[in-house]
């Protein structure tokens, strides 16, 4: 049987990476199809014969190439922490309920942690109850990125950190109508939030 075209194994390849770096998740065939000039059958055929190469591993549903490989095991120990409220202002402590691995490329370095959401002060930024927050600790913030903030006397919340340097104040604004803007003199900086891990179980409940 003759071997199919090397330079179309290596834009598959790139394709691949670059759509995993994109969307965090391997393509379907449909989809590599979709954006090559391969039919679905023949995007199948060259994925059986590169995974009998070595060059990437194919199980018909997940494809995972070397740099994907090399990704997902660069990760970084994240410890979950609890939950943060997404409404009105609540006092949690700080309690580590697991640690799980998440991949650099993706999350980025730095120190992490990872809060359960509640409440829908956020659901215009796509922030549902459930759903995880990763957050990378830090003391400062800028105007717009959405914060853990904690308030003293009141508690801790997530909501969007601004400045108002005419009255000297911070507001720390939700995203749904139905909540107003919680404004402070002053606010401690938990962390700014990176990346949300929706709860797709949760979801399809709704």
């Not at 359960?116 to 830090?138: E, F, N, T, W």
Request: aromatic share 6%; hydrophobic share 35%; with cysteine.
């Amino acid at each position: 049987m003759a071997k199919r075209d090397p330079v179309k194994k290596q834009e598959l390849i790139d394709f691949i990476n670059k759509f995993y770096e994109e969307n965090h998740r391997s393509p379907s065939v449909r989809e590599i199809a979709a954006n090559t000039s391969l039919q679905k059958s023949s995007v199948a055929l060259y994925l059986s014969e590169m995974r009998d190469q070595g060059r990437i591993d194919y199980d018909h549903k997940m494809i995972l190439t070397e740099q994907m490989m090399d990704a997902i095991n660069d990760t970084n120990r994240v410890g979950i922490i609890g939950s943060v409220p997404c409404g009105r202002l609540s006092c949690e402590e700080e309690n580590v309920e697991g640690y799980v691995n998440l991949p650099i490329s993706i999350f980025g370095n730095g120190e992490l942690y990872i809060l359960h959401a509640y409440g829908d002060s956020m659901i215009g930024d796509g922030i549902d109850p459930g759903d995880l927050v990763v957050v990378r600790k830090q003391e400062h913030a800028n105007n717009g990125d959405l914060v853990i903030a904690y308030v003293e006397g009141e508690g801790n919340t997530l909501k969007r950190y601004f400045v108002d340097q005419k009255h000297r104040r911070i507001i720390l604004r939700p995203s749904n109508p139905d909540y107003s803007d919680i404004v402070v003199k002053d606010c401690v900086i938990q962390g700014v939030v990176r990346k949300i891990i929706k709860n797709v179980y949760a979801a399809a409940s709704l």
